[in-house]
């Protein structure tokens, strides 16, 4: 959900914030005060491809900026476009692509109207949509098909795998069998050398190791030593405790003291007693770790890299040499996968084949209410060659639109105008209610060519929508505006001194909300056009 838009040196804008409510916004305007404006900061705030004529003339650059909530989660966006076409972008503070902006806020809002950001233009979408209505009916039929078809490209890549393999040239057989020889004559074992290293480094330096010990352990346990030491200023500390106590609590600290020396004295015996003097295992040691150093530098650097040259030069011989075995067992795995994404996507075309119907009549008793005369929305599932098929659908799905009865239904993407598109999907949307993810949905367009008593069914639509959505409006029409929760007004004012004119935002409330409503049924503002726009507002109550 969008909490709040900042705009600046967009077209006319030269600085203005939208608020919108949870629930209806209405934008309204005079034809030309800038809404348009308003609209294309929208679109680089989803990530829409930038364009240097939108900024601000005179400026150097354009400023979108952008605060949303997702499940209580803020996100902070920013969008900059200089007068040279450069584009930055930034999400909570960090820099960022296009492309990542696209991905974070793309999926949230739905700008409605605007044909080449439609939503419903991208037939790839239907079938989202018509999931999202039935998941429950659908969704279990869906995940099988997704899994069998996984299961497909798991096995089709083994597939390929083997065959490969047993393609292979006789000079790679042989590299592999060189690489395999090589590396099984030394028989590296995981983390063999990092082990021998520490050792190597320890039996190199055993005797300077044994003597420092040694006479560790000496200067500690020794005749005279400092436990000797520590032992006899014990004792006369405690001879004299009685006189002052003090000395008997330095005593006691002493005592402890020197249980420590004793403790560090054994582990200093235990050490020298560890080390080894071998010089026949020094040697073998440094021979091995030589081995393994040859091997890192040939098919390296590490002798996990070592390890996994190996593996890939076994996996290819053993193909080879069981290539017919392993043929047969890597196809017959791909034949049953086969087998079984082609049930899954039967069971998974029926499901659909008998919601779709329901969708659509759905979507048509919404539409029916929109001045869109006999006009229908069809949905066609067709099943694709096989080749086409996606982990999404084995068939395309698209929605169709009949614009009269008698009429054929084609692609909604060809034949619809901008407004009924719009009107289509505000239908759509009401239908899937909180089926539907996207949380924020711009509207434009939606009014063309609506009036009278379509006017209040298609405002009453848009308030029914607020309910699972955020939605914002730019209309024409009185009785949509009378319904928002929250109502703007687009103005555009001259410029100083014959200076560029300049479009502002400004909410309205009370007595302005009234004349503005007022100027939209009549044209001016009336005694008895304020009395009706009074009356409509009335009805419609901000909660």
Known sequence: MIDEIRVKNVALIRDATLTPSPGLTVLTGETGAGKTALLSACKLLCGERADATAVREGEAELVVEGRLFTNSEEQVVSRRVGADGRSRVSIDGTMATVKELQAAIGPKVDLCGQHEHQQLLRVSTHVGLLDAWAAETILPALDAYRLAFGRVEETAAELQHVQDAGQASSAKLDEARFVLQRIDAVNPQAGEYEELVASLSKAEHAESLARASEVTYDALSGEGGAIDAAHKAIALLDSVSGVDAKLGEIAGTLREASYLLEDVSQEARSYRDSIELDSRILEENRERVAALQGLMRT???????????????????????????????????????????????????????????????????????????????????????????????????????????????RPLVRIASGGEISRVMLAIKVVLGKSDEVETLIFDEVDAGVGGTTGVALA????????????????????????????????????????????????????????????????????????HATELLAKHPVT
């Open 299 to 409: 098919f390296g650097p590490r002798i996990t890299d070592v390890l996994e040259k190996r593996a890939e030069a076994h996996d290819l011989i053993s193909l080879v040499d069981d290539s017919a075995e392993r043929l047969r067992v890597a196809q017959a795995a791909h034949d049953e996968a086969e087998s079984t994404v082609k049930l899954a996507a039967e069971a998974l075309d029926q499901v659909r084949l008998a919601t779709a119907p329901r969708f659509a009549a759905a979507v048509n008793e919404q539409l029916s209410q929109l001045e869109m005369g006999s006009a229908t929305l069809l949905c066609s599932i067709e099943r694709q060659e096989r080749n086409l098929w996606t982990k999404t659908s084995p068939s395309q799905v698209e929605f169709l639109f009949c614009p009269a009865a008698g009429m054929q239904a």
């Open 460 to 531: 009453s639509l848009l308030a029914d929508l607020a309910k699972t959505h955020q939605v914002i409006v730019v209309t024409h029409l009185a009785q949509i505006a009378v319904a928002g929760q929250t109502h703007y007004l687009v103005v555009k004012e001259d410029g100083a001194e014959g200076g560029i004119p300049e479009t502002r935002l400004v909410e309205l409330e009370s007595d302005a909300r009234v004349a503005e409503i007022a100027r939209m049924l009549s044209g001016n503002t009336t005694e008895v056009s304020l009395q």
